[in-house]
């Protein structure tokens, strides 16, 4: 099962994507998602000019000796760009062992844990009654959980809310960096508000999630969480930077609320006291920045062991590959919470076929051998990579913020 040919596709149907393709001597290929939002082509020098001119004429049976190879072997380990080199590869060769194996990827993993995979949907909007329509638009689409983000009085721009009522929101939506304001006592005295109104329109059942994008101090998040313990929220998301993964023992003495963390981090050991004081409740990091399926199902293991579940990241800015390798790990893994979707546009679709299905607030994982997911290399064409970035935040005097 000798590597053959291993190259790059990069292709923006509405948004940029990175893709790894990796062919054997068979013909067998397998592909992997490489993107890192906003820092797309970081990605692509790091896979062609350092790791697959050394993947040719290895096998690729040896996921796990390649992963060693490209993570101990990179003397600078872990970080988003690196890690998602290591991703796509891990990826792409999980998605050979399966197609070689004859089966679909969560069968190689060890089998079906659940019929379907529970999904939460994004619900946005510049007010709170704007956000509330959204949260009954996607409630009748059958879903039973819905992160709701609105527009905070005084405060122009919010991120995470999409620009105009009812599209998704493009987190990287300008060439260079736009900059945002931001004010958490504006913030703090709004937000539970919010849910509140759902909690009041939509009652107890629907699972409610929230995004603070790491805006908060922990004594900050900590207010936060008991404000909004009586609307019980499925969790409460990146309420801190999580670089000081203490922050969160000052947070867990004053709230019952759970906390999801990690779509920013890229290893388990980002994770290690988080999890073993049992300071969160929920790990968030995507196959495609987490190390892939080899490197992601020893942190959902390790969580595992502390009553904390999955919920990984899944929003537009990972690409259908990412998104069908997740819903194989996530027919399997035994501590299941639940996947992000933001639904890919029609466009985006096109170039990355795929087999996994949509339908009353779930995913239905697909029985075709490998992740399930392919790209059409010449759709791919027709969409020139253009720079985008992520913006950046400032406190109303100016001062660069967390976002
Ligand atoms: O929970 C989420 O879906 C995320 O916070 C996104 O809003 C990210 O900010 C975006 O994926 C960055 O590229
Ligand atoms: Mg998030």
Not at 163 to 174: I, L, M, N, Q, V
Request: charged fraction near 25%.
């Amino acid at each position: 099962m000798k590597i053959s040919d291993a190259y790059v596709i990069v292709t923006s149907p509405g948004r940029n994507f990175v893709t790894l393709k990796i062919v054997t001597e068979s013909g067998t290929y397998g592909i992997g998602d490489a993107t890192l939002n906003g820092r797309e082509m970081a990605v692509v020098a790091y896979l062609e000019e350092h790791v697959l001119p050394a993947l040719i004429g290895r096998d690729a049976s040896r996921i796990e000796d390649i992963w060693h190879y490209l993570y101990r072997g990179a003397y600078w380990r872990r970080g988003p760009v690196t890690m998602a080199a290591v991703s796509a590869v891990d990826l792409a060769l999980w998605d050979i062992k399966a197609k070689a194996a004859g089966m679909p990827l969560y069968q190689l993993l060890g089998g079906k844990s659940r019929e379907r995979v529970m999904t939460y949907a994004h619900c946005t909007g510049k007010d709170i009654e704007g956000c509330l329509a959204e949260v009954e638009k996607h409630v009748k689409l059958g879903y039973r959980a819905v992160r709701v983000q609105s527009g905070v009085p005084g405060i122009p721009t919010i991120y995470g809310v999409a620009k105009r009522e009812g599209e998704r929101y493009e987190p990287a939506d300008s060439d260079l960096p736009a900059e945002h304001a931001w004010s958490t006592e504006k913030y703090l005295n709004h937000v539970p508000k919010l849910f509140a109104a759902v909690r009041e329109r939509f009652g107890d059942e629907l699972h409610v999630l929230h995004d603070v994008h790491h805006r908060l101090t922990p004594i900050e998040a900590a207010r936060l969480g008991k404000a909004v313990e009586p609307y019980h929220l499925f969790w409460l998301e990146d309420c801190v930077p999580a670089e000081n993964q203490e922050s969160f023992r000052l947070i867990r003495q004053h709230t019952t609320t759970p906390l999801a963390v990690g779509e920013v981090f890229n290893s388990i050991h980002d994770y290690r006291e988080l999890l073993e004081n049992q300071w969160i409740d929920y790990v968030r990091t995507p196959l495609s920045h987490g190390g892939g399926i080899t490197h992601v199902r020893r942190i959902a293991d390790l969580a595992a062991l502390y009553h904390v579940r999955t919920g990984f990241h899944g929003p537009t800015d990972l690409s259908p590959v990412c998104l069908g390798a997740a819903i194989h790990f996530d027919t399997w893994v035994p501590n299941f919470g639940i996947q992000e979707h933001m639904p890919h546009t029609a466009e985006t679709d096109a170039v990355f076929p795929h087999d996994y299905r949509f339908e009353d607030g779930h995913f239905l994982v697909g029985e075709a051998p490998g992740h399930g997911v392919d790209i059409d290399e010449a759709l791919a064409k027709q969409y020139p990579y253009k720079r985008a970035s992520l913006p950046v935040n400032r406190l109303e005097d100016g001062t660069l913020w967390h976002w």
